[in-house]
């Protein structure tokens, strides 16, 4: 080849390597073999694991379950040979038909409270579950006083729990725009891999807020799902942000939580 040659042919390379787009992580998030999926997994929800303070709202009071109540629903969903499993678990079955366990079920815990480290994570660890832990991290950057550390969260994670971004600061995430979104979203989702080397893989919209926005601005991200606080507990290969999951209240004993996930499972 001639020097002149060798000349156009770096050109030609050169201009063919700018004219092709590259890959973002998003373009990567939404592979899948292209078969629709529905697969029954019910995800739980749950915010307060502790005994009631004597100043408790009534917000508080719906969102707490005592730590008996807990240690009752984890010991009859070992009883019934249910397994727990990861979000990213669940989206694998459900893009490429990646096999589940028998009777999958994702324990959820939401907002990163103290009660989490100290209470939930042995009731889990005694049993043989994982959980999935849905942290607000600034919360966590100021050591706010009723939430985890950066420190008892990597710990966590050591345990073998899962960790992942509920937004910076809690805020709905409705009606808002896309700076708003960037800082509360992905701004998670850098504290996480800045604290934890790990990247995040889900997201939980805080009081399960959001518009058509923000499922527009989630399709730009590389966060694989989103869970809601809608009720549900099948979820579809092509819902990648509008995931349902189940409430548990201080109102659902172990037969309310037997009811709930018989209901939904009958639910075709």
């Known amino acids: 080849m001639t020097m002149r040659s060798k000349y156009w042919f770096v050109i030609l390379l050169l201009t063919s390597l700018i004219a092709v787009p590259a890959r973002t992580q998003s373009d990567e998030t939404y592979i899948n073999d292209g078969t629709l999926r529905r697969i029954y997994t019910p995800i739980l929800m749950y915010h307060y694991v502790g005994e009631l303070p004597s100043d408790a709202d009534e917000l508080r009071m719906g969102l707490t379950v005592s730590p008996h109540q807990f240690y009752e629903h984890i010991n009859y969903l070992r009883v019934t040979n249910h397994q727990s499993i990861s979000m990213a678990d669940l989206d694998e079955a459900l893009r490429y038909g990646t096999p589940l366990p028998p009777n999958p079920i994702i324990l959820t815990f939401d907002d990163g ?17 994982k959980g999935t832990f849905y942290v607000i991290t600034s919360f966590a950057d100021n050591n706010r006083a009723g939430y985890m550390n950066w420190q008892q969260i990597q710990d966590l994670q050591n345990q073998g729990m899962d960790i992942e971004p509920h937004t910076k600061n809690h805020a709905d995430l409705s009606h808002r725009d896309y700076d708003f979104l960037v800082y509360e979203i992905m701004g998670s989702v850098e504290s996480i891999e800045q604290h934890l080397g790990t990247t995040p893989v889900t997201l939980a919209y805080p009081m399960g807020r959001y518009d058509q926005t923000t499922l527009s601005f989630m399709e730009t991200t590389y966060l694989s799902r989103t869970v809601t ?9 092509d819902n990648y942000h509008e995931m ?16 709930i996930l ?7």
């Open 113 to 129: 409270y103290i009660d989490h480290y100290v209470t939930v994570a042995p009731i889990l660890n005694q049993f043989g579950f």
């Open 229 to 237: 606080t809608m009720p549900g507990a099948y979820h579809t290969s």
């Open 244 to 259: 349902t999951r189940l409430r548990i209240t201080p109102e659902t004993g172990v037969p309310g939580l037997a009811q």
């Open 262 to 268: 018989n209901v939904t499972r009958a639910q075709r």
